[in-house]
């Protein structure tokens, strides 16, 4: 399951095969999350996501593997508050054109993205990088919770844009690993209904002047484990039906 984990031969037997063989690639990134949530929140999110996406396909006779994550992405919103580490759209999208050419040129059938940092320039960087690397000849999976469609089978608290380190993503970092999630600071914490959506649309930059000076948004101490759960049967069933229909076509 865990490409890095296994030997070279594994994957080569894998490979040759009578399976399609997939590559799941978690993007992430190391930024603010609030006081309570580590840096690293988006990558523990999409590689949860990935993980349970990996016995979805298995059940309709795809194998799946799963990438070192990507833990790096222009997070310019965040970049005030320490610890954050920022890199350009530019650097984040060519990483991405490298994996897919060396996926295809080793017979990977498909490449997919699965994403939980939605800083407006990394998605808008995601959406570039999937389509250059479609013009390598790999098929790319990438649902993009920020369009509509998908962000409406998400939470309440996704749809309003007050998504970041608040109840939405501290569900999903309490159901995948607990341990990290500062439980006495979270509910120590205000509810802020600042959207970040809104903020951006309006001209903000940054998370202090959209209206989140402690880098988070929403209500992170209504997060429960319950909650993260359902969250991530969602999210995985799309990213699973995702990678079959970029099979099909």
Known sequence: MILAEQSWTKI???????????ALLPCGATEAHGPHLPLNT????????????????AAKAIAALILPPLAYAPADCAAAFPGTLTVSAVAARQIILDIASGLKQQGFACLALANSHFDPANVAMLRDAAEGA????????FPDFTRRKLAQLLTDEFISGACHAGQYETS????DQPML?????????????????????????NFTDAGGPDAYFGSPAKATMAEGNASYAVMATILADTVIESLLH
């Not at 988006?42 to 396909?57: H, K, Q, T, Y």
């Open 42 to 57: 988006d990558v523990i999110i999409s590689e949860g996501m990935a993980r349970r996406a990996v016995p979805l396909l």
């Open 181 to 205: 999630v500062d439980e006495n600071m979270r509910h120590m914490l205000a509810d802020n209904p600042s959207s970040l959506v809104a903020a951006f649309a309006h001209g903000a930059t």
């Open 172 to 175: 999903l970092v309490m159901a």
């Open 12 to 22: 080569r037997d894998l490979l040759d095969g009578s399976r399609p063989v997939v």
């Open 134 to 141: 479609r013009g390598c000849g790999l098929p790319i999976a």
